[in-house]
């Protein structure tokens, strides 16, 4: 009797670790598919979907990131990472001449970081860094906000392109 309880729990476990490790398959599956769209078109998801969509479209629902574009004319390539916005402001008057004067200052303390202003109807934006990882940003964002309190408040990681410098030699 106990030798049949023993064997009928045994079952039970092995029943269910092969349960997850089945729902672990899917999940990885899910994860190698580039886009939600992909995603619903597998069979496996248990319908049939035809998803008709502008390539355009389908390039900015891609999980795909860390696509490296070289232009070897400008010395960087460029790709998905973080930067550290400093200032937004759409105030036509003043935002321009803000975004400059702090972009100054940051420059003086901070030679080693990249400044980039930058307008896009109506904001004038002051972005700040290179970052691959969002670590390596939070970590330059502490410094930013110790060394300007004053304007810590508006300060924040946020997704952009980067430029990635190009050391001499480089070849696709």
Excluded: C
Excluded at 124 to 152: C, H, T
Aim: no cysteine; aromatic share 10%; glycine share 6%.
């Amino acid at each position: 009797m106990k030798t049949l309880v023993m064997r009928k729990s045994l079952f039970f476990i092995l029943l269910l670790a092969m349960i997850g490790l089945t729902n672990g398959a899917q999940a990885q599956i899910a994860v190698m598919d580039t886009s939600i769209v992909q995603y619903l078109e597998r069979p496996e998801t248990g319908g049939k979907v035809k998803v008709v969509q502008p390539a355009q479209l389908a390039k900015r629902v891609s999980r795909a990131e860390g696509v490296i574009k070289y232009d070897g004319n400008k010395g960087y390539a460029q790709s998905s990472g973080f930067r550290i916005q400093v200032f937004s402001d759409n105030d036509y008057r003043t935002a321009k001449n803000n975004a400059l004067y702090k972009e100054g200052l940051i420059q003086q303390a901070f030679p080693e970081l990249e400044t980039y202003v930058t307008f896009t109807s109506p904001f004038w934006r002051l972005r700040v860094g290179d970052f691959r990882s969002y670590e390596e940003a939070g970590n330059a964002l502490i410094q930013l906000k110790k060394e300007f309190p004053q304007m810590a408040r508006e300060m924040r990681v946020v997704r952009d392109k980067i430029h990635i410098q190009i050391h001499q030699g480089f070849t696709e």
